[in-house]
């Protein structure tokens, strides 16, 4: 049998004050989640989908550039939540292209829907999908995808 595909979860900046930020954009059914709940929850989808998963976290934009300039090493698949880094940081786009490890984008909130400067993600173009405003789901569902690009890629 072929060895579990290996999924990096990528929580970029606040992501690690999910359990204080506004819980009708990232909590689940008006109460907060916090970050261990989340990632419990992201556990769950990924035995269900047979695949190996690792957490990062950092508030640290230069640490997640480094973590990404690694990540083709430890990694087959990515999940990336970068919160407000998505919006502006260039560096992120251009280090998430140099790593070249198929990735998903999540947003737990509807950035389509809030304010107008959610609506620009600098990774436009260069994930698989971008899945948004599903909450937790939202994870399931990114997993699910990349189990079947993976899953495509080895054919
Ligand atoms: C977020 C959305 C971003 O706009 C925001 O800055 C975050 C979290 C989300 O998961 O909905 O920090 O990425």
């Not at 506004?22 to 989908?49: K, N, T, V, W």
């Not at 880094?85 to 280090?95: F, I, P, V």
């Not at 107008?116 to 698989?128: E, M, N």
């Not at 948004?132 to 699910?144: E, H, K, N, T, V």
Request: net charge negative; aromatic share 6%.
């Amino acid at each position: 049998m072929a060895a579990a595909h290996r999924i990096e979860v990528l929580h970029g900046v606040n992501l690690d004050m999910l359990g204080r930020r506004d819980p009708r954009h990232y909590g689940e059914g008006g109460r907060p989640l916090s970050l261990l709940e989340l990632e419990r929850r992201i556990e769950s989808f990924a035995a269900d989908q047979g695949l190996r998963v690792r957490f990062f976290h950092t508030n640290a934009e230069g640490e997640m550039v480094a973590r990404l300039h690694r990540l083709a090493d430890e990694a087959d698949g990515a999940i990336l939540n970068a919160g407000a880094w998505t919006h502006y940081s260039w560096a992120l786009r251009d280090a998430l292209e140099i790593a070249g490890v198929p990735t998903v984008e999540v947003h737990l909130s509807d950035v389509e829907s809030r304010e107008p400067w959610r609506r620009v993600s600098v990774f436009d173009g260069l994930c698989v999908a971008k899945i948004s405003g599903r909450g937790p789901d939202g994870y399931r569902m990114a997993m699910a995808q990349l189990r079947r690009t993976l899953d495509g890629a080895d054919e």
